[in-house]
């Protein structure tokens, strides 16, 4: 079963209760009736302390079950973190859509809700599909208004189904080689938001897709890139040390002979081959300013079986792309024949360009880019 999960986010009394509940009705009127997880501050009792259940816990039970024909409801003792604890609940959910009221620090996407003028005390919700109430009051990246909560269920059952076609799509991201042009500053290691831009990339991929990886050159060229930077007297307290990605992101790694984001697309297209994909969504880790709604549209596009690739008024932006599996074939013949930038792949392809705001596609090429787009370095 695919499962698709979003936590409700929003300050306390920004109406997060009113316009789930509103959600969920409409969605039962679907035939999609969703599981909900309601997170708390305090340790939530099901029944008064001198009632049975309560007495079973406190003389030492480890869960206490009550079952009756209609209903159940269990009460378990747990020392795991809270996200781990709705991780768990989500993999045995009796629905494919679960919906959480609260789970900020959860890695799932959000819907950020403020219908008042409550400020956000926590860190920006990421990544954000959508937006309920007033659009001002929601610090995040976002582009979708789902206020109406009739609406917002249509949009959640079609985010789900998306999920359901997109479940062999092969998500890959582009890591950025070894920051150069940054002084050796590693931009999947870079922060905004006390949050790695390698974990938002794959948080953002996450959104669509099962399967995602970070395209990261092999270890034996890895050391031999940083030794040559030591000899040359280019190393710096960052290009010196290998920052590696957060744990739970898998590894895609760089065929030998080829430098580039082209070595991210070879093994994305070997690895997809190898497991039948149907296709692959690149994004470059660096688009820290690109809305959800954008690798939705070249999703949908290219699951109608044509490569997609995001444009502005300064022409295509190949680090954000989408490549169907009819697409393959050429790919490999064009790398074969010496094509080494992305933009050469594309001239091979037939293609669908996805014209956004050039604003939206900013990457971090510079140190005045880290600068303007609020970035830090992580101390890792």
Request: charged share 25%; net charge positive.
């Amino acid at each position: 079963m695919v499962r698709s999960v979003l936590a409700i986010n929003g300050p306390s009394g920004a109406g997060k209760t009113t316009w789930l509940s509103r959600v969920i009705e409409s969605l039962a009127r679907l035939n999609a009736a969703p599981a909900v997880v309601k997170t708390c501050h305090h340790a939530p009792d099901i029944e008064p302390r001198r009632k049975d259940s309560a007495r079973h816990l406190e003389a030492g039970a480890t869960a206490v079950l009550l079952a009756s024909r209609t209903k159940i409801a269990l009460t378990r003792r747990t020392k795991e973190t809270v996200a781990d604890e709705i991780r768990r609940f989500v993999d045995t959910a009796p629905s494919s859509i679960i919906l959480i009221e609260g789970g900020q620090e959860t890695d799932f996407p959000k819907i950020a809700v403020n219908s008042t003028g409550i400020e956000w005390s926590k860190s920006p919700p990421f990544p954000v599909l959508a937006y309920a109430g007033r659009r001002e009051m929601i610090p995040a990246v976002c582009d979708r208004n789902w206020s109406n909560p009739e609406a917002a269920a249509d949009e959640i059952l079609g985010w789900h189904n998306l999920r359901k076609r997109t479940a062999s799509v092969l998500g890959v991201i582009l890591s950025g080689g070894e920051g150069k042009r940054l002084g050796g500053l590693r931009k999947g290691a870079l922060l905004l938001d006390n949050l790695r831009l390698d974990d938002r990339a794959f948080r953002m991929l996450r959104t669509f897709l099962h399967d995602v990886r970070l395209s990261t050159p092999r270890a034996d060229e890895r050391a031999s890139s940083e030794s040559g930077a030591k000899r040359s007297g280019n190393s710096s307290r960052e290009s010196s040390v290998f920052v590696p990605p957060p744990p739970e992101i898998p590894l895609l790694l760089d065929p030998p002979g080829i430098a580039g984001p082209v070595a991210g697309v070879a093994a994305a297209v070997e690895f997809a081959e190898k497991n039948n994909a149907s296709g692959i969504l690149l994004l470059g880790v660096d688009h820290c300013r690109l809305p959800l709604s954008a690798l939705e549209s070249l999703l949908r596009i290219g699951l109608d079986g044509l490569p997609a690739v995001a444009s502005s008024q300064d022409g295509l932006t190949p680090t954000i792309c989408f490549f169907p599996r009819n697409s393959f074939s050429n790919l490999r013949n064009a790398i074969s024949a010496g094509a080494r930038s992305l933009k050469a792949l594309f001239s091979s392809l037939d293609f669908r360009p996805l014209p956004l705001e050039k604003d939206l596609l900013q990457d971090i090429d510079t140190p005045e880019d880290i600068e303007r787009l609020g970035i830090k370095i992580s101390s890792a």
